[in-house]
């Protein structure tokens, strides 16, 4: 079952993934624990910017799906493509720059429901 325990620390299952967009060589980790086994993605440029898509196991993540479960989530996109200084962030919940420190700045995202094809 996922958990969203908004700890003030990082814990055995808080994970902070970080993707840099690059034409040629994207790259992705996982600051906290090093959990990148099995996750796709994908960053493409478009007319307007890029696009980044990502697919987590939940074997990754050390949890089981169910509808209804509550996630601590965070998605921010940081500018910084000329190297050195970030120039801004744009973030999904967070209102203050801490979501890379402690979980307690997370939002909540729920999974409405399980979908098969």
Same mark, same amino acid.
């Given at each position: 079952?996922?958990?969203?325990?908004? &700890? /003030? !620390?990082?814990?055995? @299952?808080?994970?902070?993934?970080?993707? &840099?967009?690059?034409?040629?060589s994207p790259?992705?980790?996982? #600051?906290?624990?090093?959990?990148?086994?099995?996750?796709?993605?994908?960053?493409? @440029?478009? +007319?307007?910017?890029? #696009?980044?898509?990502?697919?987590?196991?939940?074997?990754?993540? =050390?949890?089981?799906?169910?509808?209804?479960?509550?996630?601590?989530?965070?998605?921010?996109?940081? +500018?910084? +493509?000329?190297?050195?200084?970030?120039?801004?962030?744009?973030?999904?919940?967070?209102?203050? +720059?801490? /979501?890379? !420190?402690?979980?307690?700045?997370?939002?909540?995202?729920?999974?409405? =429901?399980?979908?098969?094809?």
């Open positions: 079952m996922p958990r969203d325990g908004k &700890s /003030a !620390e990082y814990g055995p @299952t808080d994970y902070q993934y970080g993707f &840099s967009w690059d034409k040629t790259q992705m980790q996982e #600051c906290k624990h090093s959990r990148t086994n099995g996750v796709q993605y994908a960053l493409v @440029t478009t +007319d307007t910017g890029y #696009c980044v898509e990502v697919k987590f196991p939940w074997s990754t993540l =050390g949890a089981k799906p169910s509808a209804g479960a509550k996630l601590g989530l965070d998605i921010q996109v940081n +500018d910084n +493509d000329a190297g050195g200084k970030r120039k801004s962030k744009l973030a999904w919940h967070a209102t203050e +720059d801490k /979501a890379w !420190e402690t979980p307690q700045a997370f939002g909540n995202a729920e999974l409405a =429901g399980l979908v098969g094809w």
